[in-house]
């Protein structure tokens, strides 16, 4: 096994150990704080002591039995099952080393791992969102992946467009496990019957659903709204489709805008051409009613092909039946803003295991054939994030792979287009903010968009309201990392 220095550690030796110098003196440094910051002055020598203790317990000899704690968010059996495998493997390589997995719903994860944070007990190892990691670094928790990063480059070459989200002050904080960007889903057939052109505004895409609608039957446009990720994902879309942003230069919520504003009218707009109760349903609902013919287009990403394949009648699951286009402009914007999936690995430092968490994923997780075959548990949905892997005859010449392929061909151009952002990252500057995940949790976007839609407020006063709790929270956020 490969520390972060890349040798072996001996088996016994006290002078090995899994933790390096930077992060024992990271931790030496934690707890002294923690330790002024309860006790008094003169109890500070002893802290960096009780350091010391801490981070030998955190580096117990390889003989010894070890746990890795990995929280994952890829539910489908397949993709269950590799992971196992993966576990196995690390497994057969050193026996003392047991991977356990657990998997979380997309909608669940941030929230959990605040919680298992202020219990003192994380994952060693999560797959996440990218703005969670930013969380994390801002207050210490995240061991740096830059050795990871340069051992895996040695062997096969990264995508840099995803290592950049997730790299400042010198180190890659989080690595993509997987990629994928969200899409309009539109049934191509119905359109060219009606004489339509895919749509490329909101306006079009109005004009589009409206046309396609068929009162009590069929609607043209299927929107989730249920769970607070659901509206963050697509108004922070929305909100960049039309040219607007998330945050200031000082990384403060700017949600009282006219990009804004605007946002909010079109979800009202789009009522007439949407379920009844679309505010209930979430993401597997839209997929449904798409699969069923219920809905004639959805935001939807590349899983959405196992929905089809089931639910779809067999001569309908094509991609020329159900096409994947990009995202539609907004009046203000000249880019079709989509998301692209934070599927992004982390490590914490106040894990139990940090560094063996880090050589799973070395030597384990990003070998190509690993990433290559988990990525064909999902195909389409979970793309590889190193180079060679779509080269692989056994990859490309996956038979949904093949039949699919325009749909990869459309999240590549998202991606070479420079549309496709990680979840309220619009810009640059903003991947580096560490209370995006406090927002993300507290459902602002979602009760702006019901203000909105089925409260009778004002989009003006929905953002307001939305505006001073995100202050709120954005001020107390602050000041409990300064206290930490």
Not at 67 to 81: A, G, L, R
Not at 280 to 287: I, N, P
Not at 379 to 401: E, Q, S
Request: charged share 20%; glycine share 8%; hydrophobic share 40%.
């Amino acid at each position: 096994m490969h520390t972060a220095h890349g040798s072996a550690p001996a088996t016994a030796s006290p002078r090995r150990r899994f933790v390096s110098r930077r992060h024992f003196l990271t931790a030496t440094i934690v707890s002294t704080a923690a330790i002024l910051a309860c006790s008094p002055a003169p109890a500070a020598p002893a802290g960096g002591a009780a350091a010391k203790d801490s981070a030998a317990a955190k580096a117990p000899a390889t003989k010894n039995p070890v746990t890795i704690k990995f929280w994952h968010q890829e539910s489908d059996p397949k993709s269950v099952k590799h992971v196992e495998d993966m576990a196995a493997q690390f497994k057969q390589k050193y026996p003392h080393v047991t991977v356990e997995p657990t998997v979380l719903g997309w909608a669940d994860m941030d929230t959990k791992l605040v919680a298992a944070h202020a219990a003192g007990s994380p994952p060693e190892l999560v797959n996440g969102f990218n703005q969670g990691m930013a969380w994390a670094v801002g207050r210490g928790l995240v061991r740096p992946l830059t050795d990871v990063y340069e051992n895996v480059k040695k062997v096969t070459p990264w995508n840099e467009t995803f290592i950049d989200w997730a790299r400042w002050d010198n180190q890659v904080w989080g690595l993509q496990w997987t990629w994928g960007t969200d899409m309009v889903l539109i049934r191509k057939d119905l359109a060219d019957k009606a004489g339509l052109k895919d749509p490329t505004t909101w306006d079009e895409w109005y004009q589009w659903g409206k046309a396609l609608t068929i009162p009590g039957d069929r609607f043209g446009i299927h929107l989730a709204g249920n769970a607070a990720l659901w509206f963050n994902e697509d108004v922070f879309e929305f909100l960049g489709q039309n040219g607007g942003k998330l945050w200031d230069a000082q990384g403060m919520p700017t949600l009282v805008s006219e990009e804004m504003g605007s946002v909010l009218e079109l979800y009202k707009k789009f009522g007439d051409v949407m379920p009844p109760g679309w505010l209930a349903d979430g993401y597997v609902e839209t997929m449904n009613t798409m699969a069923l013919g219920k809905a004639a287009s959805a935001r939807l990403w590349g899983r959405s092909i196992g929905y089809i394949s089931q639910y779809a009648p067999p001569d309908l699951q094509s991609p020329e039946v159900y096409k994947m286009i990009p995202m539609p402009v907004g009046p203000k914007g000249k880019v079709g803003i989509t998301q692209s999936m934070d599927d992004t690995m982390v490590v914490y430092t106040n894990s139990a295991n940090p560094e063996v968490a880090a050589e799973f994923l070395t030597e384990i997780v990003f070998k190509r054939e690993n990433i290559r075959d988990f990525c064909l548990t999902v195909p389409v949905h979970l793309n590889p994030p190193i180079a060679g892997v779509t080269d692989d005859p056994l990859f490309k010449d996956n038979p949904v792979v093949k039949k699919w392929g325009s749909w990869i061909e459309t999240q590549n151009k998202n991606i070479a287009d420079k549309a496709a952002r990680p979840l309220f990252i619009m810009e640059e500057s903003d991947k580096k903010i560490a209370w995006a995940t406090d927002i993300a949790n507290a459902g602002l976007m979602g009760e702006m968009v019901t203000g909105v839609v089925s409260k009778g407020m004002s989009p003006a006063d929905s953002m307001k309201s939305a505006q001073e709790k995100a202050t709120q929270i954005v001020t107390s956020a602050q000041q409990a990392m300064k206290k930490a």
